[in-house]
């Protein structure tokens, strides 16, 4: 298996641990060496598309392009090593990768614009998991006939076969955290949605298709200024990883409604907040841990890496 180490050495130099968001977990994590993309935020690359970084808009597109021209470099680099590595080398997008809520039209403008980013993330055989802002993909596929292709949760296994690692978004502790400061804006249907993400395919198409319309309008109040990222007083360290702590111990129990029971599981990887942490946790005789991998928008160039009990924040270039 390819540790931090290695990994850091081939990529000469172009990959670094980001801030000292480095550590070596009790117990071993995975049997892949596993990266996680965070939110990307793609649009049509117009003045608006956080990806080529929004706060330089007025710099011209061929400025703006070398952000796009590093993470494509990060990706080439993956490719590389997903050819040696074939199966020992896992990719996951935690979603957002699509910015619909800004969008102008379906994704078919966005996926134009970005031909080779989405070229190469397919060829690397990547895990995508829904986020607030791609979450609308759901109607996208419905429309178009085929199944939904993003999962909720994503689900590492180590080496002796346990689930000890979940990916997913990570809207989902801010919805839980903040229901009462949104009660009366987006009511009841909260509950609808986190009741909803307890549960695993293939009973979600059924519930999506269910409640999507109360989820729409709950996903539009949402993202139209009470996300983290546009109010970041609205939320902090301590919940998140209190939220996970409780997700994790659920699973652990066997108290989920799609009645799974990991009893190894310890590790959350979530993005959303773009902002890059790690933060471990001791309770109740087990450490759990999270690590939230930041963006890759308005300049952030970060990803997450787990490699058997190792765990890392990293940046590229
Ligand atoms: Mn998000």
Request: aromatic content about 12%; overall charge negative.
């Amino acid at each position: 298996m390819v540790n931090i180490d290695e990994f850091l050495t081939r990529s000469g130099g172009k990959a670094t641990v980001h801030k000292n968001f480095r550590l070596t977990a009790e117990q071993e994590l995975t049997e892949k060496l596993a990266i996680a993309v965070p939110d990307m935020h793609l649009l049509e690359k117009g003045p608006n598309d956080d990806f080529l970084d929004a706060q330089r808009a007025k710099q011209s597109l061929g400025e703006r392009a070398a952000h796009e021209e590093r993470f494509v470099d990060f990706l080439d680099f993956l490719t590389e090593l997903k050819t040696e590595l074939k199966e020992d080398l896992e990719i996951v997008q935690l979603g957002d990768m699509y910015d619909l809520w800004q969008a102008r039209g379906n994704t078919n403008k966005i996926e134009s614009k970005y031909t080779n980013v989405l070229g190469l993330m397919d060829k690397l055989q990547t895990a995508y998991v829904i986020g607030n802002h791609d979450f609308d993909l759901w109607n996208y596929y419905k429309k178009k006939g085929i199944t939904f292709k993003r999962e909720w949760r994503h689900y590492a296994k180590n080496k002796a076969g346990e689930v000890s690692v979940f990916y997913e978004h990570g809207f989902q502790a801010d919805f839980a955290n903040n229901q009462e400061r949104w009660t009366g804006v987006i009511g009841r249907e909260i509950t609808k949605i986190v009741g909803a993400m307890e549960y695993i395919e293939p009973d979600i198409d059924l519930i999506l298709g269910n409640t999507w319309d109360s989820i729409s309008r709950t996903f539009s109040i949402y993202n139209a200024g009470l996300t983290p990222v546009k109010d970041p007083a609205g939320f902090n360290t301590h919940e998140y990883i209190n939220h996970y702590v409780g997700v994790i111990e659920k699973y652990r129990n066997g108290q989920t409604d799609d009645h799974q029971q990991l009893p190894h599981l310890v590790c959350a990887v979530i993005g959303h907040t773009h902002q890059a942490r790690l933060v471990t946790r001791p309770h109740n005789g087990v450490t759990y841990y999270l690590m939230d991998c930041g963006s890759w928008v308005n300049g952030g160039h970060e990803f997450g890496i787990i490699t058997g009990n190792e765990v890392a924040v990293c940046q590229w270039g």
